[in-house]
Nanobody, 118 residues
């Protein structure tokens, strides 16, 4: 069983930066593909960024060039560096994990709120 815990959310102004962290416990994070998702009020949850077990990364178009996903398997941590934040980035951000042999993200954190004021 894998447990995930996010931290680092907050209230910032447009143009500011934040770094979200996701602590992984229960299993080695190196066995998992991991991602950041977000859900804004009244909207569907969307994938923001993925970091595969081999450290390849993918991003949704709206955050490319602004957000950077990374992981430190030695510390069982994953991060999302968010720069040039925009009001449209306001959402609850969730970290998620899936074992490398499955296709569904089935481990989720509790979420952390990011609010960007314009």
């Amino acid at each position: 069983q894998v447990q995930l815990a996010e931290s680092g959310g907050g209230v910032v102004q447009a143009g500011d930066s934040l770094r979200l962290s996701c602590a992984v416990s229960g299993r080695s994070s190196s066995l998992y593909d991991m991602g950041w998702f977000r859900q804004a009020p009244g909207k569907e949850r969307e994938l923001v960024a993925i970091i595969w077990s081999g450290n390849r990364t993918d991003y949704v178009d709206s955050v490319k060039g602004r957000f950077t996903i990374s992981r430190d398997n030695a510390k069982n941590m994953m991060y999302l560096q968010m720069n040039s934040l925009q009001a449209e980035d306001t959402a609850v951000y969730y970290c998620a994990a899936k074992h490398i042999v499955v296709s569904t993200y089935d481990y989720w954190g509790q979420g952390t709120q990011v609010t960007v004021s314009s």
